[in-house]
Antibody, heavy 116, light 107 residues
Framework: QIQLVQSGPELKKPGESVKISCKAS????????MHWVKQAPGKGLKWMGW????????TYADDFKGRFVFSLEASASTANLQISNLKNEDTATYFC?????????WGQGVMVTVSS | DIRMTQSPASLSASLGETVNIECLAS??????LAWYQQKPGKSPQLLIY???SLQNGVPSRFSGSGSGTQYSLKINSLQSEDVATYFC?????????FGSGTKLEIK
């Protein structure tokens, strides 16, 4: 069955970096884009951007340009999100989600807590 | 960016009732509209895509309708397991944008 399995929760200090992974299984990885979505505690869903899993080209939403990097380990059917120079407002759950058009499968989410 | 205005923000209904959630897009999104259900502590699950197509495995008491800028999600015969927050999302244009969510509770 189709699964997106993300890495575990992270506790970081301001200014540090974090890398989150998302391992896909049950389908051909390069057939679907991988999106990243942020959900701050008690808040709604915010689309961060997507990566073309065939070409590796990332596209970032305006609020996520600069400190955020999407990457792939295509041979391992894995997408990664790296956030550098972490800020308190980066505290959130980060979801990977596959889709061409509608997003149809989501990872379980990774809670990133940024606190001094 | 396309703005998605979702209403109501919260909803309380009795078991067996029918509920409706609305989503208004700031421009025509040509039925490129999905509805998601998110239960506490879980990831969102796709219910409806293309405004009115039921995702595999989703109970038939869920249905979607609409076109242009106005869309709605209908839940017939409300069940206890339907307690969740519901989000609409447009995928007609980047950036993908979500409604602010509707929290559904049982009265």
């Amino acid at each position: 069955q189709i699964q997106l399995v993300q890495s575990g929760p992270e506790l970081k200090k301001p200014g540090e970096s974090v890398k989150i992974s998302c391992k896909a299984s049950g389908y051909t990885f390069t057939d679907y884009a991988m999106h990243w979505v942020k959900q701050a505690p008690g808040k709604g869903l915010k689309w961060m951007g997507w990566i073309n899993t065939y070409t590796g080209k990332p596209t970032y939403a305006d609020d996520f340009k600069g400190r955020f990097v999407f990457s792939l380990e295509a041979s391992a059917s894995t997408a990664n999100l790296q956030i550098s120079n972490l800020k308190n407002e980066d505290t959130a759950t980060y979801f990977c989600a596959r889709g061409v058009g509608p997003v149809d499968y989501w990872g379980q989410g990774v809670m990133v807590t940024v606190s001094s | 960016d396309i703005r998605m205005t979702q209403s109501p923000a919260s909803l309380s209904a009795s078991l067996g009732e029918t509920v409706n959630i609305e989503c208004l897009a700031s421009e025509d999104i040509y039925s490129d509209l999905a509805w998601y259900q998110q239960k506490p502590g879980k990831s969102p699950q796709l219910l409806i895509y293309n405004a009115n197509s039921l995702q595999n495995g989703v109970p038939s008491r869920f249905s979607g309708s609409g076109s242009g800028t106005q869309y709605s999600l209908k839940i017939n015969s409300l069940q206890s397991e339907d307690v969740a927050t519901y989000f609409c999302q447009q995928y007609n244009n980047y950036p993908l944008t979500f409604g602010s969510g509707t929290k559904l509770e049982i009265k």
